[in-house]
């Protein structure tokens, strides 16, 4: 599986943007990037994927590079119950394409 | 409300005793996992299905077997639990088409002594 690189740990403050990065240098042209999130004490919950085009939903935005080596999750306005372990994964189109492999993600702290 | 149930949140077991962990899930999924999360390993796959009576390895199967008779359930048996299998253990499915978004349950802490 391709492997993901995330910062171990971000800071943001309430009601301001949070830019979390993902190096992926290795992904493949079937590889879709996808974001999942733990909260504290609870598994973990989906967030958002893509492909090539950026993409947007409620939760969030995601930000994919042209090379697609990088891509980037936007929480638009942080709130306290943003703050959780943020994954980075990449999901192969083909072959075992339901399998992700969970990296260490950056943990985000939200400050009042 | 998209569910996906895990038998029991606490769980204390003795060393060498058979543990069964139940997931279900309501979503008419296909595919079902097990992982388990430790401090520091982050998660790491156990086993999954993708269909009724089908399995496959994850990263860590050893020590470790499952079950899958019916579409909705997913066991994870411990046949003779050790200490180093105190863990959270989480359970996810995802449908076969789509996204394949996983969707999980909210975790077994497992404690063997």
């Known amino acids: 599986d391709a492997k993901t690189t995330q910062p171990n740990s971000m800071e943001s403050n309430e009601e301001e943007p949070v830019h979390l990065p993902c190096n992926h240098s290795?992904?493949?042209?079937?590889?879709?990037i996808h974001w999942y999130r733990q909260l504290p004490s609870q598994g973990p919950e989906y967030v958002i994927h893509g492909l090539t085009s950026n993409v947007n939903n409620r939760m969030a935005s995601l930000a994919i590079a042209e090379d697609r080596k990088s891509s980037t999750l936007i929480l638009h306005r942080a709130t306290l119950r943003d703050a959780a372990v943020y994954y980075c994964?990449?999901?192969?189109?083909?072959?075992?394409?339901?399998?992700?492999?969970f990296g260490k993600g950056t943990l985000l702290t939200v400050n009042p | 409300d998209v569910k996906v149930t895990q038998s029991s949140r606490y769980l204390v077991k003795r060393t060498g005793e058979k543990v069964f962990l139940e997931c279900v899930q309501d979503m008419d999924h296909e595919n079902m996992f097990w992982y388990r999360q430790d401090p520091g390993l982050g998660l790491r796959l156990i086993y999954f299905s993708y269909d009724v009576k089908m399995k496959e390895k994850g990263d860590i199967p050893e020590g470790y077997s499952v079950s899958r008779e019916k579409k909705e359930r997913f066991s994870l048996i411990l046949e003779s639990a050790s200490t180093n299998q105190t863990s959270m253990y989480l359970c996810?499915?995802?449908?076969?088409?789509?996204?394949?978004?996983?969707?999980f349950g909210p975790g077994t802490r497992l404690t063997v002594l």
């Open positions: 996810a499915s995802s449908s076969r088409t789509g996204s394949n978004e996983q969707f």
């Open positions: 994964i990449l999901r192969s189109r083909g072959g075992s394409n339901y399998k992700l492999t």
């Open positions: 290795t992904i493949s042209g079937t590889d879709y």
